[in-house]
C-alpha cells in the first residue's frame, strides 16, 4: 500500500472511532456491525473528498472496518477456512498453520509494537483481563470460540506474542473422519460402540493433534436424552445434543481475586446430576477428581491430555493425581487410574501435516509388576503402505465382555488381525 493510502487509512481509522459509539455496535449483530461502519467510513470519504481507484477504495475500506469491528491486521487469515491458527510472533513474524502445516505470512501486517499491543488489549479487555509488565501472560476466548493466548515483555524476547487458534463453523462428523484417513472405520465402530457403552475414554496427543476435534465428534455417539457436562479451561468443545452444560474456568481478575478452576468445576459438576462429565483437558490436580468421579459411578466420561503414547498418558495422569492436595500412596493413586480409564485413544501429527489416530489401548487391570495392563487394539503403522496403515492387532480386550454386557453388539471383524479399511491419502 502507498503512502497516501497509509495516511488516508489511519486518518479514516481515527476518525470512525471518534464518529462510531462502541457501546451501541456492541449490541447489534456481528454482519450488521460491519455494514455500519463501512456505511461510515465511505460517508467519512465523501466529506473529505478522498477520490480513490475502486480496488484501492474496497482495500482501505475493508481494512478500516477490520480494525473497528475485526481483530485487524489478522481478520483476513481468521476468515480463511483453511486457516486453524495464526501466530504473531512480535512485529515482523506472522505464521499460520494451514492444512496442518506451518506458513509464514509474506506480508508486513503490523506497523509496530504498539499495533500488536493494541490488538491484544482490544481482545482482552472486554473480558476484565489486561497484558502488562505485571500481568505478562493471558489466556482468553473470542466470541465465536476461538482460542487466544497473548504472552509481552519481559517475558518474551521479540516484542508481543500472540497466537489465535480457530475452530470450524461446521465440526467434522465421523464420516469425515474416516475420509480425511484419520482413523479407520472399524476404529470408529469400536469407539462408537465404547461411547455409547459408557466407557471411560481418555485422548492423548500432543499439542495441535487433534485432540478437541476427536473428543467433539465421540461425543456424537452420546444418546440424546443424556445430561452432559463439559469443563474446560477455554471453552472449545463443540456438542451437538439438546442437554449440555458448559462450563468454564475463570482466572484472577485484575485485582486478582474471583479465580475459579478447573477442579473447582469438577467438584461442582459431581453436584449438577451429570449422566456424563466431560473435562476438555486435564492438566493438574483436578485429575484425582476425574479419576474418582469415573470410579464412582460416572461411567462414560471423556477427557483430553497431553502425553506421547497411551502408557505415557496413565503416567501422566498418575503424577497429576499426586500433584492435588490430597495425599495418596503412590500404588493407590495408580489403581485408581487402572480402574478409572478404559480406553486411551492417541492421537498424532505426521510431518505431512495429516492427523492420524496412532494407537487405541484398552486398559486391563493391573498386572503383577503393580503397572497397568495396556492392551494395543488398533495402531497406526506409518511405513506400511504409501501413505501409512490402519491395523487391527487382533486382539480382543477385555473390556469388550463389559460392552456387550451393557447392549452393544461387537463385530468379530474389529479383532480380526490385517488392515483396518482403505486409508484415504491426504497432505494436509
Not at 151 to 175: A, E, K, M, Q
Not at 352 to 358: I, T
Request: charged share 25%; aromatic share 4%.
Amino acid at each position: 500500500m502507498s503512502d497516501a493510502l497509509v495516511d488516508v487509512r489511519r486518518s479514516l481509522h481515527e476518525r470512525l472511532l471518534r464518529r462510531v459509539d462502541a457501546r451501541v455496535l456492541e449490541q447489534v449483530p456481528r454482519a450488521e456491525r460491519r455494514l455500519r461502519v463501512r456505511e461510515e467510513a465511505l460517508a467519512v470519504l465523501r466529506e473529505e473528498g478522498h477520490i480513490l481507484p475502486q480496488g484501492a477504495l474496497a482495500k482501505v475500506v475493508n481494512e478500516v472496518s477490520d480494525a473497528v469491528v475485526g481483530l485487524g491486521p489478522i481478520e483476513f487469515l481468521l476468515k480463511d477456512p483453511d486457516v486453524t491458527e495464526v501466530m504473531v510472533n512480535g512485529t515482523d513474524d506472522v505464521y499460520v498453520e494451514r492444512k496442518g502445516r506451518i506458513e509464514r505470512v509474506a506480508d508486513r501486517l503490523f506497523e509496530g509494537e504498539e499495533a500488536v499491543f493494541h490488538l491484544i488489549e482490544r481482545i482482552v479487555a472486554p473480558l476484565g483481563l489486561r497484558v502488562d509488565g505485571s500481568s505478562p501472560w493471558v489466556d482468553a476466548r473470542l466470541p465465536d470460540g476461538s482460542r487466544v493466548h497473548a504472552i509481552v515483555p519481559p517475558l518474551s524476547l521479540c516484542g508481543p506474542v500472540l497466537n489465535v487458534r480457530t475452530f470450524r463453523s461446521v465440526p467434522l462428523t465421523p464420516d469425515r473422519l474416516v475420509a480425511n484417513g484419520t482413523l479407520g472405520p472399524g476404529m470408529l465402530a469400536f469407539l462408537a460402540a465404547c461411547v455409547r457403552g459408557r466407557a471411560n475414554i481418555v485422548i492423548s496427543g500432543g499439542t495441535s493433534s487433534g485432540k478437541t476435534t476427536l473428543l467433539g465428534v465421540l461425543t456424537s455417539f452420546v444418546p440424546d436424552g443424556e445430561r452432559l457436562i463439559t469443563i474446560e479451561d477455554a471453552a472449545e468443545v463443540r456438542i451437538a445434543k439438546p442437554h449440555v452444560i458448559g462450563l468454564e474456568a475463570r482466572p484472577m481478575s485484575v485485582e486478582g481475586a474471583g479465580e475459579v478452576t478447573v477442579r473447582d468445576l469438577v467438584r461442582n459438576a459431581l453436584r449438577m446430576r451429570p449422566d456424563r462429565i466431560i473435562v476438555g483437558e486435564v492438566r493438574g490436580g483436578e485429575a484425582l477428581d476425574m479419576l474418582q468421579a469415573m470410579n464412582t459411578g460416572h461411567d462414560g466420561s471423556l477427557s483430553t491430555a497431553h502425553a506421547n503414547s497411551a502408557r505415557h498418558l496413565l503416567w501422566r495422569l498418575e503424577t497429576m493425581a499426586l500433584m492435588s492436595d490430597v495425599a495418596l500412596p503412590v500404588g493407590h493413586v495408580r489403581a485408581q487410574v487402572a480402574s478409572a480409564v478404559d480406553v486411551v485413544v492417541h492421537l498424532a501429527r505426521l510431518r505431512s501435516g495429516r492427523r492420524v489416530v496412532f494407537q487405541i489401548a484398552t486398559v486391563d487391570g493391573v498386572g503383577e509388576d503393580g503397572e497397568p495392563i495396556v492392551t494395543e487394539v488398533f495402531g497406526f503403522r506409518p511405513r506400511l503402505g504409501r501413505d501409512g496403515s490402519f491395523l487391527r492387532t487382533g486382539i480382543v480386550p477385555r473390556l469388550c465382555d463389559l460392552l456387550t454386557e451393557r447392549g452393544q453388539e461387537l463385530s468379530g471383524e474389529w479383532f480380526s488381525p490385517g488392515v483396518d479399511g482403505e486409508v484415504v491419502a491426504r497432505t494436509r
